[in-house]
């Protein structure tokens, strides 16, 4: 056999080089436990993908059958109209076409001050309150299931409800996203994540 260093020849089973020293037992270094992906995805530090609120537009089919009810109001303001006897009615009437709009629009500016979710390649936040404020977290790898809602008005504004199943979480096993702008993509981007921190969580368990 022949030294791979100084191309001596050497006897056969010689560990060493008697010329050069060098070692004849290549060792090669032991294969990572981890594949690429799932070591980077275990090991990546925490950064935020995306942070969301309650998007007006999901309230326009409540918008919309406002305005119908304002519009039947006024046809039956003018085709009974208020007598002298019942000069309240016509107050009655501002009322009722009012009341349910503002109501709409309270409701509308309360969730989009009140809520805020925030998604980072670890972890779903939800943070509800103005002057005291509560959060909640979802740890990816525990998330089972995404999914969307939209009703046939949300659909044309673009906006719906993200829903987001996690049984084995105690205190948010199932979070709805309300008003979610682009909803499919942020939908899409949680699954992502998820997939990524579910197979970095069972490669390093099974170390």
């Known amino acids: 056999?022949?030294?791979?260093?100084?191309?001596?020849?050497?006897?056969?089973?010689?560990?060493?080089?008697?010329?050069?020293?060098?070692?004849?037992?290549?060792?090669?270094?032991?294969?990572?436990?981890?594949?690429?992906?799932?070591?980077?995805?275990?090991?990546?530090?925490?950064?935020e993908l995306w942070k969301g609120l309650f998007s007006g537009k999901a309230h326009a089919h409540r918008w919309f059958l406002g305005l119908i009810w304002v519009a039947a109001l006024a046809v039956a303001y003018f085709r009974f109209p208020p007598t002298g006897h019942y000069p309240w009615l016509k107050y009655g009437y501002l009322a009722a076409a009012v009341?349910?709009?503002?109501?709409?629009?309270?409701?509308?500016?309360?969730?989009?001050?009140?809520?805020?979710?925030?998604?980072?390649?670890?972890?779903?936040?939800?943070?509800?309150?103005?002057?005291?404020?509560?959060?909640?977290?979802?740890?990816?790898?525990?998330?089972d299931d995404v999914s969307v809602h939209q009703n046939m008005i949300q659909r044309l504004f673009n906006v719906g409800t993200v829903t987001v199943i996690a049984p084995h979480d105690q205190t948010e096993p199932r979070l709805e996203m309300v008003g979610i702008e682009n909803p499919i993509e942020v939908k899409e981007q949680i699954r992502t994540y998820v997939r990524r921190r579910r197979t970095g969580s069972l490669n390093v368990e099974s170390l």
């Open 1 to 47: 056999m022949l030294c791979p260093k100084c191309k001596t020849e050497l006897a056969a089973g010689s560990a060493f080089c008697s010329k050069c020293g060098a070692s004849l037992n290549a060792t090669a270094s032991p294969p990572s436990s981890l594949a690429p992906s799932a070591a980077s995805a275990s090991t990546e530090p925490e950064q």
């Open 99 to 143: 009341l349910p709009l503002v109501a709409i629009f309270f409701g509308t500016m309360s969730l989009k001050a009140s809520v805020r979710y925030r998604l980072t390649t670890h972890r779903l936040f939800k943070e509800t309150g103005v002057i005291s404020r509560d959060v909640n977290e979802i740890e990816l790898f525990r998330v």
